[in-house]
Structures are given as structure tokens and as C-alpha cells.
């Protein structure tokens, strides 16, 4: 089995300015390629789980995304740091249109997205950990069994309401991959 290190995208990979979609409004979070070249070399495979209701919402297409993806999965390895897989939710259970308006299990704070990968990559979620932003990352990763759950301080206030290690910069968030 093994072990992977979940990422949410928007907050977490690149600074959220709301609906991302381009390269050029994608900006990287100090420290993510330093944090994710320490969790290759610890042996975690990385992974993206991201909801992107901007595709259901109509503000860009799912191309759009997969091109951006491709772009992003590219300036990884140029930093030496494989990106094993991404997977995104495109519904939205009110402002969805058209097939994307749906209440589905992969929309996080469901877990349905961790949970295909795990069964995709053979990886043992026990052993594995995520790190988001939201509630609804660390709801998403306590529901599908992972344990090691971070979340980075930003505009959202959990209230303490699940368990996580809280830390206010990704950067310190390495303290927590062993």
C-alpha cells in the first residue's frame, strides 16, 4: 500500500483569488514545492483534490481546468516533484447549471474524491495526510479515514470544529509530514 500526501489546489497550491483558470492569475503558495519535495522523499505519493465549482457554474469550461492542470502538473516536475494525479468536482448542489447541478460524493466536505484515489493508487489512508484550507478539506479527510489532517490558517474560521493540526503558514505544515 501507499501513503500519499492529499492537496487542496486553491489555497493551498496557489494563492485563491477566486475561480482560477488561467496561468496567469495562478500564483504558487510560498513553500508548496519545498513542502511537496519533503513528502516525495518521505515516500508519499501527492495528490489534488479539488472542488472547482466554477466549471459547473459556467465560468470555465472543464478544458479550461485540464489545461491549467497540465500547466500546473508541468511546473512540478520542474521542480523534481511528481504530481501523481489530480481530481476535481465540478458540481455544485445550488448554482451548478445544466448536468452539473447536483448534490454528488465527490463534492468535498464529501469524501468521494479521496476515496477513488485511494482505490486508483493503492494508498493507505491511515498513513496518509491532507492538507487544506477549508472545513470542509479537513471533513472531507476525516470522513475517508485519514488521521495526519492539517489545516493552514486563512479567511475561513472553523471553530475549532474538527480535529487538525492548525498551523498559519504552509510552510510550518512540514513539522507534520513524517
Known amino acids: 500500500m501507499n501513503k500519499a500526501l492529499f492537496l487542496d489546489r486553491d489555497g493551498i497550491i496557489n494563492i485563491d483569488h477566486g475561480y482560477v483558470y488561467q496561468q496567469e492569475t495562478f500564483e504558487f503558495v510560498d513553500g508548496i514545492f519545498e513542502l511537496c519535495a519533503d513528502a ?9 483534490i479539488t ?10 469550461s472543464e478544458q479550461d481546468f485540464l ?13 523534481n516533484c511528481v504530481i501523481t494525479d489530480v ?7 445550488t448554482k451548478g ?6 448534490a454528488c460524493q465527490c463534492r468535498k466536505p464529501e469524501p468521494g474524491m479521496i476515496l ?5 493508487h493503492k494508498i493507505d489512508l491511515k498513513q496518509s495526510i491532507f492538507i487544506g484550507d477549508k472545513i470542509s478539506d479537513m471533513q472531507a479527510a476525516q470522513a475517508a479515514g485519514i488521521h495526519n489532517r492539517i489545516l493552514v490558517a486563512s479567511k475561513y474560521d472553523d471553530h475549532q470544529q ?4 492548525r498551523v498559519s503558514e504552509l510552510a510550518d505544515a512540514r513539522a507534520f509530514i513524517d
Do not use: D
Open 40 to 48: 516525495i522523499a518521505k515516500g508519499y505519493l501527492l495528490i489534488v
Open 51 to 60: 472542488n472547482q465549482s466554477g466549471i459547473g457554474r459556467g465560468r470555465y
Open 67 to 79: 489545461a491549467l492542470t497540465h500547466w500546473m502538473k508541468k511546473q512540478f516536475r520542474a521542480k
Open 87 to 93: 481530481y476535481f468536482c465540478p458540481h455544485h448542489p
Open 97 to 102: 447549471k445544466g448536468e452539473y447541478l447536483q
Open 116 to 120: 477513488k484515489a485511494s482505490n486508483e
Open 162 to 165: 474538527i480535529k487538525a493540526h
